[in-house]
């Protein structure tokens, strides 16, 4: 299986080889120009993809964005010139010279792909794992639309999930949680076609993996089917039993030859992660029957049978959009329900819904409050869906009133994730990407860590995603340092284009909601106490909360105010008792509450001053989790009252008292940083 | 099954039963007290834990720390009060009083098992499938070591690893990697005891589990046994058949009650985090026909026959210790190597052996140098052991020369841990707490986050390891955004008791590795460049490496500096450029190298303010990441040529250029700072 001649006793008819051979050309031409890259797995690969894209894809290479179009997802981003092999030679906006700029400064063709910069790539995807379970949240968004709008004749949501993956990608944690959660949904048109090669970057993959990986998804519950990988009459038969099987998901073992058709590299992890080198990529081309100049060479034919993509794409684009308009005549609401819910437009005064909270000094938890608000807002937002990884009475992300999602009923609104916070994380990324919905997961904040490169991956991407992460703190007691994210809140700040919503009591609650379903461009993690906050009552004095929707606001001012008290969520009722404490000693405070720091840095540097003078130099900041990072408000001369350590398991109170964490101890600080 | 009578038929004896009971009463007792906890598992558990206790594992209830104990994993942290009752139970120093104080300040009963807290624990567990993975690392520890020192008659290393784990820590993605790892491994001295009990936090487990786990894990090269969890004689004779498998670890699927006993909650996820209330206590009391006073009540008998642990613990260790004797005569070389292994001492002039590294101004990644230093290290600290998630090559973690780790042959020093970061974690965990090792494990800085969980539990736990983390900024170029870890170093940095070491040279990887292996009472994460750095050349005006063992340092000084330019890593040699811009422009400017934060904020004030003088206000830091946590060290009145956003895909010198990371763009930034 080491040489790359085409065989016609494996099935390719002429014209199909010569197009996957065009498709492995262009890769390994691209990675040799670039000196950089992945050429093995488009060589592997070419053959399989070519019968998928061209037989079984139903896309529009002029419209990337057809909401029924099939969703195909490049798990094994390093494998990117495939992909982009594949988008130039079907039509779309994908130049030749793009391809020449492989992995150049600001090209349309990055090292790994990535959603936003290139049409016709559905997911950012690089981090193994992360593309398998993004298409579980593809395919089950699909499936929850399906459910919500087709109607007899009217099959308006009816695509199918296809993502290529690799050996690498089985052998990351968040596959199994993927794969499980797909079996047990029994997402039928999620289709993964794996690339079985025997070969990982280390060397061959007996090195670090043996498993059955047929019976292993056969255990989760999906059918599994094998294909010689460069046979494509094998794969066409797999894919067509994959589409035909009415229940459940398929895996498509394909056992393939990686750097399929290099003389001296194929079959080794040689071929995985480097350039083959201009010597052997002449050899490739030379055993390929392909000719060795120019690079990027693309046969007219191959142009003419490939860019038939586009004819098609169009006529069944058209045939869905005349289905669509019979929709509309005979489904009037329903149809509007639909657009309104693709545009991602917000229904006219939906923030009118937001629950007022009246001021309570017993109050609840804010993630109490953060379910009272989710349930108002579903009410009016019929795109919000989501779950809990197995914490949904604890995250009070429960829709009340509403069904369960189960593998044979989608017509709930309530999803089980599991405890599977990672898969749950991509997945909430795969729903957000496949349109029609905002999708909302929670857990408690201290597992943020499990689902951190998928939320990592969602600012990248520029996801609208919302995360409910509750028990935001020792304020969560008992439980003790396992479970105690005392440095979760800031290292969430620290990833570009998340907001990081971190809300002081029931009325902010409400406007972090606001504000992550007004956000568009990316996600917003709302992080919430389980311990009972104080409703401030904001009728004596206090700013009102809409404050909390420019990130930060002066909540409580005071004539010649000496010291700022700055803090978030749990700890902003206790700056505010700081404050009556300082006020009782004649020191005059400022309270400031900031619960969204990156919203805070996006206002105009006049709001900004206003809300911290530049004079006003003595700061104190209060937040139960590290001080590191806080020093930016507070400066060098301010102090933080923080966390600088794991916490402990013990009746919250206790905790906070041993940690110096109540209002005598922030007023202390404070008369400390003012020399008093 | 939801009633806990205990029933002959399934072959428990009267006072096997009492003392099953015992554990129940006392478990129930506790989460009562505490009014918070898990009695669920307890319940369900007792009578398999009981077995496992008292009939196979091999301890010493007054030597926690025999070095051939059979380890126990609670996964299930969660149920932490079956753990604390089986040591009280059978004798450790763990009193009735210790038992009452449950979840209180300081007490040896935390919330969830802290091994650093309670003796007996072996790890510390909650988050779910950290304890599964960390086990896993266990048994490799003890078959690793096995092979080396073992010989005919001189089993010194001889034993078992069991866990017990949930269908939650089953449910995490990371029991994948683990158990796939562990069956590649061929770890057949895993013993794990899956509590099946059908229900999780949110309901019963089939909202959002289906999966066939016997077939998963035979898909894995498990042995999988079944027995009835509450039938001692059935979980008697898996566990036999377990300890007699020589291949395969195995899993003992136990299906239980949760909850057995309790006669309104067994069965339902009512019985799972919460306390059963004290009406359904004295119910299951009455039901399992205890008294239901006073709390906290043990018979005599129970004591009695439990803490024969005692006795027969202290027999065998004695006799182990015999066979070391004998052992020592016989084989005194071996011995002494396993002593000082076992002692964690570092043999004498050790650090003697670390290469020095010549100026070179084109030199080579940080990564090269880790490398080397890894390779000369190994020769003389026989202890260091461990590998990489498939970036061997890449991380230059591999140790020349030396074998692979195979399920056949455990004779090598080079472990392949697959694509499994997460596993990987955990596993370093498990093999620093079996002792007689110093784990190190490699994998990109950006999948940092992949293992974010298991890091932190090291750090809590307080454990010895080395996670070697290349690739780790922008500077790894054409991967682009995906790959590249703009926001890791900080992020490591807000995990308490972690030491994130960024060496701006090959010297400073010398003195990171040294610092590593001199801390015994955590971790320390070595961040490494993939780019080449130069060498710096010391003997001209430069202070020697052995500053960063302090963490921070005074590198280059000037005359009259009249600005601090900040660096670590791949930016320290741009901030020796900067300063040199600045001479030329008549602006004397200090360069200080903060390779590692941690190491530099445990110094003395003298030394940290000479270093970095409270004057010396002008501040300029430089970093290939977040800027967020430097005003730490350059106040608001400093500048940070940082990268505050993600990353691009293109040659790592034009990412540079584009972002201002020159040493023109440093010497600007301090003019600016200068108001010059």
């Known amino acids: 299986m080491t040489d790359g001649i085409p065989r016609p006793e494996i099935g390719n008819g002429e014209l199909d080889q010569l197009c996957a051979n065009a498709i492995r050309a262009l890769a390994i031409d691209g990675v040799q120009q670039a000196n950089s890259g992945h050429p093995g797995l488009p060589l592997g690969m070419a053959d399989a993809a070519y019968v998928l894209w061209t037989r079984f894809l139903k896309h529009n290479p002029e419209d990337p964005h057809w909401p029924d179009r099939d969703r195909f997802v490049l798990s094994a981003g390093h494998g990117s010139m495939l992909l982009y092999a594949l988008l130039h030679l079907t039509g779309y906006d994908l130049s030749l010279d793009d391809l020449r700029r492989f992995r150049q400064w600001e090209s349309k063709t990055p090292g790994h792909p990535e959603s936003f910069m290139t049409p016709g790539v559905e997911t950012t995807t690089g981090p193994l794992g992360q593309g398998l379970a993004t298409s579980v949240g593809m395919a089950l968004a699909e499936r929850w639309l399906a459910t919500q709008f087709n109607r007899p ?79 494509m009459t094998e794969v066409a038969h797999a894919l067509a039993e994959a589409s035909d099987e009415p229940e459940r998901p398929s895996l498509i073992i394909a056992r393939t030859t990686i750097g399929y058709g290099s003389p001296n590299k194929a079959g080794s992890a040689k071929a995985h992660g480097e350039p083959l080198g201009v010597d052997e990529v002449r050899l490739t081309k030379e055993r390929l029957g392909w000719p060795t100049e120019p690079a990027f060479f693309v046969p007219g034919e191959v142009y003419e049978h490939m860019q038939l993509a586009v004819e098609v794409g169009n006529t069944r684009q058209r045939e869905w959009e005349m289905m669509l308009e019979r929709y509309k005549a005979g489904h009037p609401e329903l149809a509007a329900l639909w657009e309104q819910m693709q545009s991602k437009a917000l229904p006219a005064d939906w923030a009118a819904t937001l629950p007022p909270f009246v001021a309570d ?116 007691g008992e439980d003790g340092p396992t479970h105690q994210p005392v440095e979760h809140v800031m290292a969430l700040r620290l990833i570009p284009n998340l907001h990081v919503f971190r809300p002081g009591d029931a009325n902010e609650v409400a406007m972090a909601w606001r504000s992550a379903l007004e956000r568009r461009d990316g996600p917003t993690a709302i992080v919430l106490s389980r311990q009972n906050v ?74 900004r001053e206003g809300v911290l003078p530049p004079a006003l130099t003595a700061r104190v900041a209060v937040e139960a989790g590290r001080s590191l990072g806080w020093e930016r408000y507070v400066g060098q001369g301010g102090a933080v009252v923080g966390v600088d350590r794991f916490g402990f398991s013990a009746p919250y109170q206790e905790i906070y008292r041993h940690l110096g964490l109540t209002p005598e101890g922030v007023a202390e600080a404070a008369l400390r940083v003012l020399g008093v």
Chains 1, 2 share one sequence.
């Open 361 to 476: 000094p017993k109050a609840k938890g804010t993630r109490v409050a953060s379910g009272e608000v989710l349930n108002a807002l579903v009410k009016v937002v019929p795109s919000i869906f989501g779950g809990s990884a197995d914490l949904a009475g604890s995250n009070n992300t429960l829709i009340k009133g509403a069904a369960t999602i189960t593998g044979e009923d989608f017509g709930g609104r309530n999803l089980y994730f599991g405890v599977r916070e990672h898969a749950m994380g991509a997945a909430l990324s795969g729903m957000a990407l496949h349109g029609g919905l905002i999708p909302y997961g929670g857990t408690f904040l201290v597992f943020s860590d499990y689902m951190r490169p998928a939320i990592r991956l969602a600012a990248l991407t520029r996801l609208q995603v919302v995360y409910v992460f509750t028990h935001d703190s020792i304020g969560l």
């Open 153 to 231: 004749g009217f099959n308006i949501v009816d695509h199918h999930t296809y993502v290529l993956c690799s050996d690498g990608d089985l052998m990351e944690g968040i596959s199994h949680e993927a794969a499980s959660l797909a079996g047990h949904l029994a997402l039928d048109k999620l289709i993964c076609l794996y690339d079985a090669n025997q070969i990982s970057l280390d060397g061959p993959l007996d090195l670090s993996f043996s498993e059955d990986v047929a019976r292993r998804f056969e255990a989760y519950g999906w059918q599994v089917l094998r294909a010689n990988g460069h046979s």
């Open 534 to 607: 104080p409703t401030l009552d904001r009728s004596n004095g206090l700013a009102p909360a809409e404050g909390a929707l420019r990130g930060g606001y002066v909540l409580r001012d005071a004539e010649g105010a000496r010291v700022a008290l700055l803090a978030t969520g749990s700890e902003l009722s206790l700056a505010v008792a700081a404050a009556d404490l300082l006020a009782d000693r004649g020191v005059p405070a400022r309270v400031v509450s900031l619960p969204c720091w990156e919203v805070f840095e996006a206002q105009d540097q006049a709001y």
